[in-house]
Structures are given as structure tokens and as C-alpha cells.
């Protein structure tokens, strides 16, 4: 069965600094797709980036981007620069080509430091 | 505006009861789904369905049933089978097939026991 585990269940950053939040997943399938969803206090899910398995180059989204490694089954997320509003829940989650379910971590809560 | 509207937001049941969560797409979407959201538990997948009149269990379906008996629509009833009810609840949908299509999340709604 499929599993994504997010190692880190809260971090800290200081304003304007990068952090990377850290995924990994266990699949034995090859076509498939990765996210990243934030959570704010609001609760809404809100979807920040998508990579699909079969691209090497490394999807990004303004300040953030993702360093998604295949072989390892490793799909982190970094913010630059990061600003209070990034301050939420973040999940990984896991699709595969040939289903319509999507598989969620547990969730990073990342606080930003002013 | 396309998206997705739960109702209501926050809900109360009393013991033996059963209640029900409406949620509303209008985003064309093939695809539903209810999760379940606790501390520390990520989203755990209640029920999905992919085509009118059909539905499939999740990973959490006891104690909990759905109709999809329009596209636009998939409401959830906890049912008093569900003993420990109290826990966020978010819908959401998504073009089905490959493609890796992201799901659109409602804002989710708070239920809690009396």
C-alpha cells in the first residue's frame, strides 16, 4: 500500500529566511503524482505545488519550489523568503496515474518568527 | 465564482443521533470525496465516488453513510454507529482520470458532540 510520511511534525523559521519541509512516500508504482497543500488557520485547503513523477525538472511556485528525488522516494518542499502569512498545516500527498484517490501525510505546522 | 460549499459550518449532535453534512460542487467535477480530519491524523478518507449513484468506502467508512445522487452534490450522515463523531470534516472533488488532477477543497465543517 501506498504510504507518504512526513518526518516533521512542527518546524520554525525566521521571517525572510528558507526552510524545507521533508516527504517521503513508498510506492511501487512508476506514473504518478506528488502535492503540496497549506492549510492556513482558516482550515481551507489550499493547493501550493504539483510534480508530476515522469518530469525530472523540479516543479516551483514563486518562493516556493520542490527538490523531488525519484529513486529515494523523496519529495521536499522549500519557501523562500518566508512570510508570516506561510504560517500553516502543510501536507504532502500522493497520487497515482491510475486512481482518483489522493494519499495524504500527516502534516508539518510551520510557525514563522517575526 | 466555481467551488465547493459545505454546510453548515459548525454542528452539534446529541447521542443517537444522526446528522447530516451537505456538501455542494459546481466546478463540474466527476469526482467526490469526504475526509476526516484530526490532530496529528492527517486526512483520512471517508467515502469518494466517482459517478452519480455510485460510492466507495474509504479508509474510515464505519459508523458513516453518503448519496450521490446528483453530480453537484455528496452529503455525508454520521450516523450513531460513529462513536467518536467529534472531528473536522472536509469535501472535496476533482476531474477524474489520468492526469494527476489536484482535488478542491470546501472550508470544512466542525462537528462536535452535545
Known amino acids: 500500500a501506498q504510504t507518504v510520511t512526513q518526518s516533521q511534525p512542527e518546524m520554525s523559521v525566521q521571517e525572510a529566511e528558507t526552510v524545507t519541509l521533508s516527504c517521503t512516500y513508498d510506492?511501487?508504482?512508476?506514473?504518478?503524482?506528488l502535492f503540496w497543500y497549506k492549510q492556513p488557520p482558516s482550515r481551507q485547503m489550499i493547493l501550493v505545488i504539483r510534480?508530476?513523477?515522469?518530469?525530472?525538472q523540479n516543479a516551483t511556485e514563486n518562493r516556493f519550489s520542490v527538490n523531488f528525488q525519484k529513486a529515494a522516494k523523496s519529495f521536499s518542499l522549500k519557501i523562500s523568503d518566508s512570510q508570516l502569512g506561510d504560517a500553516a498545516m502543510y501536507f504532502c500527498a500522493y497520487r497515482m496515474n491510475r486512481d482518483d484517490k489522493i494519499i495524504f501525510g500527516k502534516g508539518t505546522r510551520l510557525h514563522i518568527l517575526p | 465564482d466555481g467551488g465547493i460549499t459545505q454546510s453548515p459550518k459548525y454542528l452539534f449532535r446529541k447521542e443517537g443521533q444522526n446528522v447530516t453534512l451537505s456538501c455542494e460542487q459546481n466546478?463540474?467535477?466527476?469526482?467526490m470525496y469526504w475526509y476526516r480530519q484530526d490532530p496529528g491524523q492527517g486526512l483520512r478518507l471517508i467515502y469518494y465516488s466517482q459517478i452519480v449513484n455510485d460510492f466507495q468506502k474509504g479508509d474510515i467508512a464505519e459508523g458513516y453513510s453518503v448519496s450521490r445522487e446528483k453530480k453537484e452534490s455528496f452529503p455525508l450522515t454520521v450516523t450513531s454507529a460513529q462513536k467518536n463523531p467529534t472531528a473536522f470534516y472536509l469535501c472535496a472533488s476533482s476531474i477524474i482520470g489520468a492526469g494527476g488532477q489536484p482535488q478542491h477543497f470546501g472550508d470544512g465543517t466542525r462537528l462536535s458532540i452535545l
Open positions: 466546478l463540474n467535477h466527476d469526482a
Open positions: 510534480q508530476e513523477a515522469y518530469k525530472q
Open positions: 510506492t511501487s508504482e512508476s506514473d504518478y503524482y
